[in-house]
DNA sequence: CAAATTGTACTATTTGATATAATACAATTA
DNA sequence: TAATTGTATTATATCAAATAGTACAATTTG
């Protein structure tokens, strides 16, 4: 359900913060379906229970899901899985952007792919 | 010429190696044009010589610029390989914005991005 | 030729973000 | 009451990136 890569040079929080956000908006977390708790989801990744709670705290902020003390984390209503899906296309898209400038390609050539499709 | 964003999260050297190549593909650095030396360049940047040594490496090994002890830097003839990388970026630009479009983001938002980058 | 220039090499150290370790507390549930 | 669960805190470890300092080798310059 849950992957880390830890070959990646993306940060664990941030790996699952977006697998997170990506079952999210693929349905596959459903709203107030019950995230695994911090604890038992650190043992099964094998990461650090801080590094979770770090994870569960930052998608509270976010509205992604609802907390609480004692009762666990949930997946907050639908409203934001359109948000999830909208955050997750537009941070591959500016990465596309930030690798077309990386290579010499324009402003121009971009807006101009973007107008044709 | 060249900028360093010490804010950013890339590497420094990182940065400056995409710098380069985009001068290069934009044709800003012509073919035989010699860059700046290891020193000055560093202290142009308020960074360290060793980083920049390292880009310079970098660009070496991969056929962007050519260099020799006491001669300096010069860019190298246009390889297609700049094409190739070029070719790459947009097709992965147009991926992601399909999948915008997909998710219901407009071409205004997309290009109101593109202009923030 | 001598001095300056320039890329390279090397070791050591510092820095900052990330992650871990260990423990404790607070709120809720069973 | 006991277990569960998110949160908080402090300390430590880790790793890549960057810096500092020095030295060497090849080329150019005067």
Redesign the interface.
Known sequence: MFHIDFASRTPIYEQLYNNILQLI?LNVLKPDEKLPPVRILAVDLGINPNTVSKVYKMLEQNGYIYTGIGRGSFIAPVSNK?NA??QL??E????????????????E???K???S?
């Open positions: 908006s359109d899906e909208k296309a537009l591959e898209f500016e990465k596309s952007v930030k690798k077309s400038y990386g290579v010499g390609i324009t402003k050539e971009l807006i792919i973007i107008n499709l």
